[in-house]
């Protein structure tokens, strides 16, 4: 089995704040990310694909295929944009990292199988990086 | 407890199968198929997995393993046009899974035996495509 690992890079804005906690609790809970008008991040993305390596094409997963998945499904969504406002599933949802990853996996999942069609390899790994110093892991 | 060694080569490859057309491997290996070939700086990260020896604190010599990886896959590869100048890859395309496992083969064998066993080969292709391989077993 090979896993093949492939970055990607959007520019995003959120904030962190829940209805269901006064402006103390959610200063408390969020910290500095709770400031009213948002802030943003260099999100760094991680998918990593498992499989057999195809005799003929000596590939695990086509790039050209998981990448156009990508841009589709989510940097086309989220690349340069407000997160509480700009993507649906942040209507109620806090867009955490947690949150997020989550978003990714369920939109990489509903397209994956008509994407690749035929021998489809496996999502194995989420992983997205909200600063240097923060990295959050979806495994499948 | 594993240990990691990084070495780096650069290569240059073209990835095409032969009985595909040209706008078929376009579709397959994007800008990768173009003809006359492009280039990478490869990085490698080897991973050892074993436990300490007792008398020397190391599980496996890293000057060894420096001299392992060099004389086995950088010499061999390193400003190297791989599809013409490296076996099997006249024959196989040099995509990243089919390096990963081919470096995987060639240091296999200096593990056999020893304290030490080969446990991942990750291949940096470029800083935002990787491959992880770890032989043949699932």
Redesign the interface.
Known sequence: ????????KFAASHRLHSGRFSEEENRELYGKCNNPHGHGHDYVLDVSVSGP?DA?????V???ILDRLVAGQILRDFDHKYLNADVCEFGETIPTSENIIRVMENRLRAHWRHAFAGEWPRLEKIRLRETRRNAFELVS | MLITRRAEFSSSHV?A?P?LSAEQNR????AASNPNGHGHNYVLEVTLEGEPDPVTGMVFDLKVLKEIVNKTVVEPMDHRFLNYEVPPFDR???????L??EIWKRLEPHFAGDRARLHNVRLFET????????GD??
Request: glycine share 4%; net charge negative; hydrophobic share 35%.
């Open positions: 089995m090979t896993r093949l690992t492939r970055r990607y390596v003929a094409s000596g590939q695990v086509n790039i050209q | 990835c199968q009985s579709e397959l290996y994007g196989i395309v040099p995509t990243a899974e089919n990963a496992a800083e935002d495509l990787y491959v992880d391989y770890a077993r699932t």
